[in-house]
């Protein structure tokens, strides 16, 4: 390797070209077409490293690959001594670094502060040899300054992000522009979300706040957005594959303005803050995907709790394989749903899947021959191939109301959003006996469970051996991380207290989680669906009864091909997809 590049010297293209040639990295061949190309004014202004990572040159010693910016920058430490750093903008407190040093000197020098301690701060450098700096932010600071590289991307990306945040919270602070919108009368607001603003102009600080928040989320594979308030601050946090983390905490009179906002554009009243109310905002984002989000309120002891449930209509194009329904599942649940008539219920709780489940298969069912009806609470994802029709129980529309006019609709296929009360089980009850498909869902642990659950809300039992086609069970695993994920073993213990009551050899290889940043370090990227399905034949209806003996009706259904829920996930721990322990983290153990 070569000497390092002179201390104080800014890098420009034509000494890390000459610098990354010596090394053997870029041939010179490649170089010298380069150096005496023209770039436009904008590849001019890029940071060498950005730039030379879009020419795709091919790394002389790795002919796989091309030098993309991460190889460059790894160059780079190492030529500089200084270490690697990866930002996660889960893990930054904004507030705090944005304090170390203003946007100008940031800008200017090529740093950005990304964490500060008591005695040190760490700065990401993108000019490791210009250090005139250090010494005018060390007086300033009065802590050690800790220098670390980071891709020059991520730190001119992050920099807009952090200090328009700041900014927009220390001007909605202070009392300026909240970006106060109007009431709109169509049933979707299209959203349109930008990129955010140089933190000198002069933008609308609620509005940027909103925007970042929603971006931010669908960035980060946020499925769930919540606010909530406490005494003093108002905590945020993304629910991402299935587990809750903390993003950001905003003064208690931002987040009301910010809850405000979030109000305004899902058309629901800004001034009642004492009941629960529901909304719906559908968003635009600037690669021109569009998201749908479910909001709900609920008054708490600090103020307005805010969660935002995201949609993604793209869910509706994924298969049941993507979903992890395959093999002998997917052609059971597929006989079941392509019946004449007949109910089919999903169950498993809030966050299971459920929705996605109904709303891939009727997007499967929904064909130019057949009328596809849904009356749902609330409709979660508008959809052209079905007619949806939402409870509005303030004017008597509900479940069972909604079933009774759809009955007159000429359906033939029907979709309600959960069967709750005996006169909703009745009316679907009904609906499957007049020759429709229904398909519903249904709060249980289990798929047998369900049999009895009908029967507690009082459905006879010969109606629901009349009526029900099949029940199925879900659940959502995180699947490994497929960059990192590391080979293991499984103690037999664990293995069987999975598996049981099934005698099932274990797998000679599987895997756990190690942490890379593709997946912020926790192991998992993703989740896939685990099922339990159970069908109605003749000889589990012989046993639904009013008197239904569960544990008898579940070794029945056993011994005709269903598989629990844990051994669902066990097939995909021999798969390598997943772990034991996240199975049966969300897996319930088989009842007795």
């Given at each position: 390797m070569s000497a390092k590049l002179s201390v104080d010297r800014v890098l420009d293209l034509r000494s890390t070209l000459l610098?990354?040639?010596?090394?053997?990295?870029?041939?010179?061949?490649?170089?010298?077409?380069?150096?005496?190309?023209?770039?436009?004014?904008?590849?001019?202004?890029?940071?060498?490293?950005?730039?030379?990572?879009?020419?795709?040159?091919?790394?002389?010693?790795?002919?796989?690959?091309?030098?993309?910016?991460?190889?460059?920058?790894?160059?780079?430490?190492?030529?500089?001594?200084?270490?690697?750093?990866?930002?996660d903008p889960m893990k930054v407190p904004v507030a705090d670094v944005t304090e170390v040093m203003s946007y100008q000197f940031a800008k200017r020098h090529g740093l950005l502060c990304v964490d500060v301690k008591a005695d040190y701060v760490v700065i990401?450098?993108?000019?490791?040899?210009?250090?005139?700096?250090?010494?005018?932010?060390?007086?300033?600071?009065?802590?050690?300054?800790?220098?670390?590289?980071?891709?020059?991307?991520?730190?001119?990306?992050?920099?807009?992000?952090?200090?328009?945040?700041?900014?927009?919270?220390?001007?909605?602070?202070?009392?300026?522009?909240?970006?106060?919108?109007?009431?709109?009368?169509?049933?979707?607001?299209?959203?349109?979300?930008?990129?955010?603003?140089?933190?000198?102009?002069?933008?609308?600080?609620?509005?940027?706040?909103?925007?970042?928040?929603?971006?931010?989320?669908?960035?980060?594979?946020?499925?769930?957005?919540?606010?909530?308030?406490r005494r003093e601050i108002t905590r945020m946090r993304f629910r991402i594959d299935g587990v809750l983390h903390n993003i950001y905490e905003f003064p208690a009179s931002v987040a009301t303005a910010i809850v405000s906002r979030i109000k305004i554009l899902s058309r629901m009243n800004v001034a009642e803050k004492r009941k629960p109310q529901d909304g719906r905002i559908k968003t635009k984002r600037p690669d021109g995907s569009e998201a749908?989000?479910?909001?709900?309120?609920?008054?708490?002891?600090?103020?307005?709790?805010?969660?935002?449930r995201i949609f993604d209509p793209e869910v509706l194009l994924r298969s049941f394989e993507d979903l992890g329904l395959g093999g002998?599942?997917?052609?059971?649940?597929?006989?079941?749903?392509?019946?004449?008539?007949?109910?089919?219920?999903?169950?498993?709780?809030?966050?299971?899947?459920k929705t996605t489940t109904l709303y891939s298969s009727l997007r499967q069912l929904a064909t130019d021959e057949v009328n596809v009806s849904?009356?749902?609470?609330?409709?979660?994802?508008?959809?052209?191939?079905?007619?949806?029709?939402?409870?509005?129980?303030?004017?008597?529309?509900?479940?069972?109301?909604?079933?009774?006019?759809?009955?007159?609709?000429?359906?033939?296929?029907?979709?309600?959003?959960?069967?709750?009360?005996?006169?909703?089980?009745?009316?679907?009850?009904?609906?499957?006996?007049?020759?429709?498909?229904?398909i519903s869902t249904l709060h249980t642990n289990d798929a047998p469970t369900a049999m009895t659950r009908?029967?507690?809300?009082?459905?006879?039992?010969?109606?629901?051996?009349?009526?029900?086609?099949?029940?199925?069970?879900?659940?959502?695993?995180?699947?490994?991380?497929?960059?990192?994920?590391?080979?293991?073993t499984i103690s037999n213990e664990d293995w069987e207290g999975m598996v049981k009551p099934w005698k099932v050899a274990k797998p000679t290889k599987t895997f756990e989680p190690e942490g890379c940043l593709e997946c912020r370090n926790t192991g998992y990227l993703g989740r896939q669906g685990i099922y339990e399905i159970l069908g109605m034949s003749e000889s589990v209806q012989q046993l639904v009864g009013d008197h239904c003996d569960l544990a008898i009706l579940r070794q029945q259904a056993m011994r005709e091909g269903m598989r629990t829920l844990r051994l669902s996930g066990a097939q995909k721990v021999a798969q390598g997809m997943t772990t034991v322990a996240e199975v049966l983290r969300v897996a319930p153990p088989p009842e007795k």
């Open positions: 610098d990354l040639v010596t090394d053997g990295i870029v041939k010179q061949e490649d170089a010298n077409v380069l150096m005496g190309a023209h770039r436009t004014r904008e590849q001019t202004a890029m940071h060498p490293l950005v730039y030379l990572s879009t020419q795709q040159l091919a790394d002389q010693k790795n002919h796989e690959k091309v030098v993309d910016e991460m190889r460059l920058t790894a160059w780079l430490a190492d030529k500089a001594e200084l270490m690697i750093y990866h930002i990401a450098v993108t000019q490791p040899f210009a250090n005139e700096w250090i010494e005018q932010l060390q007086q300033l600071v009065r802590r050690d300054i800790r220098r670390v590289i980071a891709l020059p991307s991520d730190v001119e990306r992050y920099r807009v992000e952090f200090y328009s945040l700041a900014r927009s919270i220390s001007g909605a602070q202070t009392g300026a522009s909240q970006g106060r919108g109007s009431g709109i009368a169509n049933f979707e607001h299209l959203l349109e979300l930008g990129t955010l603003k140089d933190p000198e102009a002069n933008d609308q600080h609620i509005v940027n706040i909103v925007d970042w928040l929603l971006q931010y989320a669908f960035d980060q594979r946020a499925s769930d957005i919540h606010i909530e308030p749908e989000l479910r909001l709900s309120t609920m008054p708490t002891a600090f103020g307005e709790k805010l969660v935002m002998d599942d997917y052609k059971r649940w597929s006989e079941m749903i392509n019946k004449p008539h007949g109910i089919v219920l999903v169950t498993g709780p809030t966050g299971s899947g849904t009356i749902e609470d609330p409709i979660e994802m508008v959809e052209d191939a079905f007619n949806q029709t939402q409870v509005q129980h303030n004017i008597g529309l509900d479940f069972a109301a909604g079933i009774r006019t759809l009955m007159r609709q000429d359906p033939d296929i029907i979709m309600v959003g959960e069967i709750r009360d005996l006169e909703t089980a009745q009316m679907a009850v009904q609906a499957a006996l007049t020759g429709h498909l229904v009908l029967l507690d809300l009082g459905v006879p039992s010969y109606l629901l051996r009349a009526t029900l086609i099949g029940v199925m069970a879900q659940r959502l695993v995180r699947t490994l991380c497929p960059h990192c994920k590391k080979e293991s």
